[in-house]
């Protein structure tokens, strides 16, 4: 028995020698493998850039600019300004996208087009040359969406091609192109923060959110996904340092498509409508409204003579579907009617109480907003000073320039300051105010004495016309 528990042990023993050098062999594999992974994903690195960075440009705009009024100047003096920014190629036949912002008000618009790459096996500096400064064309611009669309008088470009950013997926990998502070072809990376990101409440417009580096400069460059395919237009930060802190936001690639088709063949954009306005279903509006739901669209207003009229839709209807699309919340209903185009049709299902309907909606040409009637506007007369808006009364020549309105009298938003007291929404050039916390608005006289016989912290609800839609405003006075 000795002896066979002799052996036994002997046997475990050897196991387990024997097994010791093959798990340091599959260690040391691993160590050998995990530089060799990791300069793999570098080359790919290297090797997106290199075929992401010929499409990016940087762009030179002059123009003239108002000078900050200081104890030195008097305000009013004007002075050339220089601005730069990026841009990058969609067209090999010339066609540039960047934001508007970078080139509005410019009276020379030039751009640097990257040199073209080496050729296999040639030698180049690791200082790149500078490429070609060539001027540009504005084609168009679109404020709402802050694109512009550049030509430059070359062909035979590098150009990239736009991805679909309904498929971006939070913490995507993504890399941010650009000349940010002036330094051409750049690029960071980072991932996506989150889709669907909205400046404001009921903005139609969203933005994609990325924490890649961005920074002054950035504008108008492409936000890429792996695959080299641009998913959005780096357009703006929020920042209290001035520099990035992680905070990027680009133009979704699906709405710069949109955007960027229609300049190209018409050189402005016209956006769809179906005469309705969407509202997000919340757990109040499902129990003041007596709704099944507790969440969905539910439609606020339907406009009169508008293609949601003819096709029967009510206030009050519960919108399930766009062309077969689910719809959770007001801003998707917005934002999925905003980029159809003008004259196709869309598919609604909705419910209108325990009944299931379908109906097909024209899309019609959106209203474009309103022109800003600052001038027409003297700010002895015309400030409400707690709601920091000059308004005057509607006469028929400023009514012949609004969309058709909704009611008889009010009074027209005609700028803001900039010291306007906070709200959800907001008040806006163009609104056309109607009612003070519940009571009709006559004169301009008479609503300036009734907002300021408001006590500081009380409610403070505008009802007030924006484009065809009523709603209401609320404004937080001090």
Do not use: W
């Amino acid at each position: 028995m000795t002896t066979a528990r002799v052996l036994v042990g002997a046997c475990a023993m050897g196991l387990v020698v024997g097994i010791a050098p093959v798990i340091a062999q599959n260690r040391s594999a691993q160590v050998r493998r995990a530089p060799a992974a990791l300069a793999e994903m570098s080359a790919a690195f290297e090797t997106l850039a290199s075929q992401v960075s010929p499409s990016v440009v940087s762009i030179v705009a002059t123009g003239y600019g108002e000078i900050r009024e200081t104890a030195e100047t008097a305000g009013g003096l004007i002075t050339r300004q220089r601005a730069g920014g990026s841009g990058v190629i969609l067209d090999s036949s010339g066609l540039v996208v960047t934001n508007a912002h970078v080139v509005a008000g410019a009276t020379r618009v030039q751009i640097v087009i990257p040199p073209p790459e080496p050729a296999p096996g040639e030698k180049r500096s690791i200082v790149r040359p500078r490429g070609d400064l060539v001027d540009a064309k504005i084609i168009g611009l679109d404020a709402e969406t802050d694109l512009a669309v550049l030509r430059v008088n070359r062909s035979n470009l590098h150009a990239l091609e736009l991805g679909d950013s309904d498929g971006l997926r939070q913490g995507a990998i993504v890399l941010a192109f650009g000349n940010p502070l002036g330094l051409e072809d750049s690029v960071s990376m980072g991932v996506v923060s989150a889709i669907g990101r909205q400046r404001a409440p009921d903005d139609p417009m969203v933005y994609v959110q990325t924490d890649a580096p961005i920074n002054p400069g950035n504008s108008g460059g492409p936000l890429v996904d792996t695959t080299g395919r641009v998913v959005g237009i780096n357009t703006f930060i929020v920042t209290r340092s001035g520099g990035s802190e992680g905070l990027g936001f680009a133009v979704p690639s699906n709405i710069v498509r949109a955007v960027f088709d229609q300049i190209r063949q018409t050189g402005r954009v016209r956006r769809g409508s179906i005469g309705v306005s969407a509202q997000t279903i919340t757990p109040a509006l499902a129990a003041g409204l007596q709704l099944e739901r507790l969440s969905g669209v539910v439609v606020g207003d339907v406009y009169p003579s508008g293609p949601g009229e003819a096709a029967g839709l009510q206030p009050g209807d519960v919108i399930l579907t766009l062309d077969g699309k689910a719809m959770e919340n007001g801003r998707q209903f917005e934002v999925n009617v905003y980029q159809r185009r003008v004259g196709d049709t869309v598919a609604v299902e909705f419910m209108r109480g325990q009944e299931r309907r379908r109906t097909t909606v024209a899309v019609a040409e959106r209203e474009t907003a309103p022109v800003e009637f600052a001038d027409m506007a003297d700010p002895a007369d015309n400030l409400v000073p707690r709601l920091g808006v000059l308004a005057i009364p509607l006469d028929a020549r400023i009514s012949s320039m609004l969309p058709q309105l909704r009611r008889q009298g009010g009074l027209l938003v005609a700028a803001k300051s900039a010291d306007a007291p906070p709200s959800e929404q907001g008040l806006a050039i163009g609104d056309v105010i109607y009612g003070l916390n519940g009571a009709a608005v006559t004169t301009l006289d008479e609503f300036k004495r009734a907002v300021a016989r408001i006590p500081s912290g009380a409610p403070c609800v505008l009802q007030v016309q924006r484009s065809r839609r009523l709603m209401f405003v609320a404004v937080e006075i001090d």
